[in-house]
């Protein structure tokens, strides 16, 4: 079910504000297929709605925690959320042919639809949480990953510090000589 709804009715041309707790319920359904999930405490939206014949302008203030895993050491890891969205929703019967995706980007306003009498902001909601949220969390900037256990790592020599193999030697030799003669 539908959490951010704004009724037609209520809005007008000088504007409107509504307030929203962005659940924790809220938060694990829309991000059940990511691989983001509820964080410990409920998110907020903010919401001034401003009516222009029938185009609705919509600035929002969204501040959410979200859970995410650490990409190097899978340790849980909190992400903060703090972003403004703005977009601009026209009736339904305007949509060009092409769009049935909303394309949302920061710092831009945003094009959505409505249709019948109301606004609903969810999936403007998910994709502004989406698009702030890292591809690769990290719970710190130098997390240094999963230490890898004594007997798993490989031998030194497999890196490239180690002396040169013994049986390069000839080759080295070899190459030494070309070197000179080029000279
Ligand atoms: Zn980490």
Not at 1 to 22: H, T
Not at 73 to 90: R, Y
Not at 96 to 121: A, H, W
Not at 155 to 161: I, K, L, S, T, Y
Request: charged content about 30%; overall charge negative; aromatic content about 6%.
């Amino acid at each position: 079910m539908s959490a951010f709804v704004l009724q037609i009715q209520d809005l007008d041309e000088s504007g409107k504000d509504w307030n929203f707790a962005i659940g924790r319920d809220w938060l694990a359904s829309a991000l059940a297929d990511t691989e983001l999930g509820p964080g410990s405490q409920d998110g907020r939206l903010q919401v001034h709605a401003q009516r222009s014949g029938m185009d609705v302008l919509v600035q929002g203030h969204i501040t959410s925690r979200l859970a995410a895993t650490c990409a190097r050491c899978l340790e849980d890891v909190a992400l903060d959320i703090d972003l403004a969205m703005t977009a601009l929703f026209s009736p339904e019967h305007t949509r060009p042919d092409d769009s049935q995706e909303i394309d949302v980007r920061l710092d831009e306003v945003n094009r959505d639809y409505y249709g019948g009498r109301e606004i609903v902001l969810d999936p403007m909601v998910r994709e502004y949480l989406l698009l702030e949220a890292p591809m690769k969390p990290l719970c710190s900037e130098d997390c240094e990953g999963i230490a890898v256990p004594e007997h798993l790592r490989p031998p030194a020599e497999v890196f490239g510090d180690a002396a040169p193999d013994a049986r390069f030697a000839p080759l080295l030799k070899l190459k030494e000589e070309l070197t000179k003669n080029e000279e």
